[in-house]
């Protein structure tokens, strides 16, 4: 089976080049170019469309078709090369068919358009726009960024919320190629600074809830995989379901979702519904893989705890996967650190350690929590913190490996009167200035802001 996927999905790529490279030289009559013409028409209609449609992309040097990536063999080897360097060569990530809006003659006009461009991307979309190919996006490469690891992960923590709103939103230019993608560079960020990216989770409540929660859960839960050595392929399902943990929260009622009081016993059920519809949602956009079939039950299973407890009540007899048990975890620590309109009053991030340890066992799989709780630290990030100079500081990173571990990095914020200061960062790893003393209290109960703190924080 998989081998004759694989063979039609080749058959599709290597008629894609051959358009690509026939379709300036030969007119559409020829048999090269109709009959690789016939190829992608069939592929879209259904050889190979998955869920919704169909999308071949390249990301760092693979190629994916609906997300699965093309296993390099010594056969295809060569075309795959070709097709990457000609995706790179247009500055393109990826193209999405969609059938029933593809025509045969659009599908040739889209051919002869990639085949003589050059110049920009924008370039290529008002071309396409002019030409009135209907049924076809094309999306440029994934843009890494630069500079040191800081303003890395600042810059890529705030383009995951923008791709992760866009896909909620079900917007055509977020895919799960770009999702996928960003799952595996939090992970290596995470890899290479673990301490700088968990220290972001503090950003909470940027623009909208639901977006930055599911952001700051894939970061815990990754870096949380990434302590137990989980290997790349699962990185990439875990980090990828995290991250579209709560998209079945769309269809909940934004009245509901934002409701001041306590739920009635009908709206609390609406809520609970949301693991299922996610699950619907990313079956019906996604379809059935090997990666899906991983992913999925991430998704439907993230509220359910380990002694059967938690919903949906129909999944309560047995305990939840592996993924499940991790972003369980993430979970419950961001909700209940971050602020609601009906709870203005989060756990501190100390006390939201506390729950997980008291519940460590029933709830929460105990070796998850062990390894959760070191990732975290002695004082978690956004712990308030009182300073041997009598300033009050947040804490802002948990200290790299080599540091001992009461010597994190901290926004100073208030002198020792109270009054409040422009946050300033210090590293008391490198200082004379120790934590004499840590506030039950989250940031937001002393009129703090930790997104705030970490956007203005000056070296
Ligand atoms: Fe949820
Ligand atoms: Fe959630």
Redesign the pocket.
């Given at each position: 089976m998989r081998d004759q996927v694989r063979f039609r999905e080749m058959d599709f790529i290597v008629a894609f080049l051959r358009l690509l490279r026939g379709v300036t030289v030969y007119p559409k009559s020829h048999p090269l170019v109709s009959g690789a013409l016939d190829v992608i028409m069939e592929a879209i209609r259904g050889g190979l469309k998955a869920g919704d449609s169909l999308i071949l992309a390249v990301n760092r040097g693979y190629s994916f078709v609906n997300a699965n990536r093309v296993e390099v063999t010594a056969e295809n080897y060569a075309f795959i090369r070709l097709l990457v360097q000609a995706f790179d060569d247009l500055g393109l990530g990826e193209v999405e068919f969609l059938p029933g809006s593809v025509t045969r003659d659009g599908l040739h006009r889209f051919f002869r358009i990639l085949a003589m461009h050059r110049g920009s991307f924008d370039g290529l979309l008002s071309r396409m726009d002019e030409e009135g190919v209907g049924g076809i996006f094309v999306r440029p490469c994934l843009q890494v960024p630069g500079g040191n690891i800081r303003d890395r992960a600042k810059k890529l923590y705030f383009q995951t919320l923008i791709l992760i709103k866009r896909y909620f939103e079900g917007e055509k230019s977020a895919s799960l190629v770009k999702i996928k993608a960003v799952a595996a560079y939090l992970a290596d960020l995470l890899r290479r600074s673990e301490e700088t990216l968990i220290g972001l989770t503090v950003i909470k409540n940027y623009d909208d809830y639901t977006y930055n929660h599911c952001l700051n859960v894939a970061i815990l839960s990754l870096g949380l995989a990434l302590r137990l050595g989980m290997s790349k392929k699962l990185l990439v399902s875990l980090g990828t379901g995290a991250l579209v943990?709560?998209i079945?929260?769309v269809r909940i009622p934004a009245e509901i979702i934002n409701k001041p009081g306590i739920l009635t016993e009908d709206e609390w059920k609406v809520v609970k519904r949301?693991?299922v519809e996610?699950l619907a949602f990313l079956l019906r956009r996604w379809g059935i893989s090997r990666e899906t079939a991983r992913m999925f039950p991430a998704v439907l299973e993230?509220?359910l705890g380990m002694s059967f407890s938690g919903y949906p009540e129909f999944m309560r007899r047995k305990a939840p996967g592996f993924l499940a048990r991790i972003i369980h975890i993430a979970?419950f620590y961001d909700?209940v650190t971050t602020p609601r309109v009906y709870n203005k009053s989060p756990f501190s991030p100390v006390e939201a350690v506390e729950f997980l340890m008291d519940h460590s066992g029933d709830r929460f799989d105990p070796v998850l929590v062990k390894a959760f709780v070191q990732m975290m630290g002695f004082y978690p990030v956004g712990t308030v913190v009182r300073l041997s100079t009598g300033e009050w500081a947040m804490v802002v990173e948990k200290p790299s490996e080599a540091v001992p571990l009461d010597r994190p990095v901290v926004a100073v914020v208030a002198d020792d009167r109270g009054v409040p200061l422009r946050p300033r960062r210090l590293d008391l790893s490198e200082e004379p200035v120790e934590v004499v003393g840590v506030s039950d209290q989250s940031p937001w109960e002393i009129g703090l802001d930790p997104t705030q703190v970490t956007l203005t924080l000056s070296e």
């Open positions: 943990h709560d079945g929260k949301h693991p996610g993230h509220h979970d909700a």
